[in-house]
C-alpha cells in the first residue's frame, strides 16, 4: 500500500511536469542548441564548431571570440547576409587562426544569432548570444 501510495503521488506531481522533470525525453538529439544557455563571455572556435554555441551575459558586456581552429572564421550577426540584427558581433570578422576578438558592447536586450560568414549555412559555426 505504501509503494502504491508514493507512486500516485508521484505521479500527480508529475503529469503536468512530464516533458520538464520527470524524465521525458523531449530534446531532438540532432539539435545542437543545448536547453540552457552558459553564462560566459569567451566563446572558442575548433573544428568541431563554436562551443559554448548558446551563451547568456549581461547588458553592455562584450564576448570574446577565440579561434583555436586551423582555418579562419569570419564572425557575423545574423541574417546573413545583411548581418543587421547585432552589429556589436560584426566587430569580431575576420579571425585567422590563433587569433581572438571581442564583440562591440552588446547594448540591447534581445537573442543575437552568428554565423560564420565564410560558411553560412554550416551549424557547427552558428550560435547565440542572449543578452539580458
Ligand atoms: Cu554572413
Redesign the pocket.
Given at each position: 500500500m505504501l509503494n502504491l501510495n508514493r507512486t500516485s503521488r508521484r505521479l500527480l506531481l508529475c503529469a503536468p511536469l512530464a516533458t520538464i522533470a520527470c524524465g521525458g525525453s523531449s530534446a531532438s538529439p540532432t539539435s545542437p542548441t543545448p536547453a540552457t544557455a552558459v553564462q560566459t563571455t569567451t566563446i572558442t572556435i575548433t573544428s568541431a564548431g563554436v562551443s559554448p554555441n548558446n551563451i547568456e551575459v549581461a547588458l553592455g558586456a562584450r564576448v570574446l571570440f577565440i579561434n583555436n581552429d586551423s582555418k579562419s572564421h569570419t564572425i557575423?550577426s545574423d541574417p546573413?547576409?545583411a548581418?543587421t540584427d547585432c552589429p556589436p558581433i560584426n566587430s569580431v570578422g575576420f579571425l585567422a587562426p590563433g587569433k581572438s576578438l571581442e564583440t562591440g558592447n552588446l547594448t540591447v536586450a534581445r537573442t543575437c544569432g552568428y554565423?560564420d560568414?565564410d560558411d553560412?549555412l554550416n551549424a557547427k559555426f552558428q550560435g547565440h548570444i542572449t543578452i539580458k
Open positions: 557575423a546573413h547576409p548581418h554565423h560568414h553560412p
